[in-house]
């Protein structure tokens, strides 16, 4: 990875800083984007103390922007000249309403971020890759990209259209080089996933996140560094031939759904 330029949005907080922090050790440059202007400059400081040679600039963007992205992927080629990995990894989960009393604003939101700011980053990063006949892409879907999660309608819709997206990107410019792949984290302790754990059991969040990593194999919950350590392998040179897949990391929960 060292001295190759990866994207990464999403990148002020959970999986997106965790990855960035992974990279960083392997001597990547990084374009962090978040809509968080807090979030994105706290990353950057605390990555820089530890890797000051890594090249680091942060872009404030929401990914649902077509014009938004398009900047980002414009200040990218501006200061590195190339952009040789993504990391489509923005993305919120809504609320938990069951599908008749869902929300349509914010249904509409949850679709903008995390399926059309996915596709516009592939949209307008692609045509870069091409150029260089190179490049790495790891979109972020969920297991509830694999499967269904209830009270989650449009979470669920979003992530499983981030999947197919994902095959088809790898069928269309594997023969520019690109490989393309998604990941399909459970339940990871991000904010995000605390969070939900907060709408099941306002008033205890924490005996909710212990009844459900019960029903996990591992008996516990995932960390962020274990998803970016493979996030990281999808994005290097180390990855000649692995693309179009959907890669659970969720302790080998997603095996047992519908059977317990």
């Known amino acids: ?17 965790a990855t960035a922090k992974e990279l960083a050790s392997k001597g990547a440059h990084l374009v962090l984007v978040d809509y968080n202007e807090k979030g994105l400059a706290d ?17 404030v963007a929401d990914v649902s922007s077509e014009d938004a992205v398009k900047n980002y992927v414009d200040e990218a ?15 919120i989960e809504g609320k938990q309403a069951s599908i008749t009393e869902y929300d349509v604003d914010i249904f509409k939101k949850v ?17 870069v890759m091409q150029k260089q006949q190179f490049g790495r892409i790891v979109n972020v ?30 069928l269309e410019y594997g023969k520019d080089g690109i490989l393309t792949n998604a990941i399909a984290p459970g339940a990871i302790l991000t904010p995000m ?8 059991n306002p008033d205890d969040p924490k005996s ?3 009844e459900y990593a019960q029903r996990n194999p591992t008996k516990r919950l995932g960390q962020p560094y274990e998803v970016a350590k493979v996030v990281a392998f999808l994005l290097s040179e180390e990855n000649g031939y692995v693309s179009g897949q959907t890669i659970a990391i969720d302790g ?9």
């Open 77 to 91: 080629v501006k200061a590195f000249g190339r952009i040789d990995g993504l990391y489509n990894n923005a993305g």
């Open 193 to 200: 996933v605390e969070a939900a754990f907060k709408q099941v």
């Open 43 to 59: 990353a950057k400081t605390e990555i820089s103390k530890t890797y000051p040679e890594v090249k680091i600039i942060t872009i």
């Open 208 to 210: 909710a996140e212990t």
């Open 252 to 260: 080998g929960e997603s095996n047992i759904y519908g059977n317990s």
């Open 141 to 170: 879907a969920s297991v509830g990209g694999i499967r269904g999660v209830l009270n989650q309608m449009p979470y669920v819709a979003s992530k499983h259209a981030v999947s197919g997206m994902t095959k088809n990107a790898a």
């Open 111 to 127: 679709i903008d971020i995390n399926l059309m700011g996915v596709y516009y980053g592939l949209r307008y990063v692609i045509p």
């Open 1 to 17: 990875m060292k001295d190759k330029v990866i994207i990464i949005t999403g990148a002020g907080m959970g999986l997106g800083y």
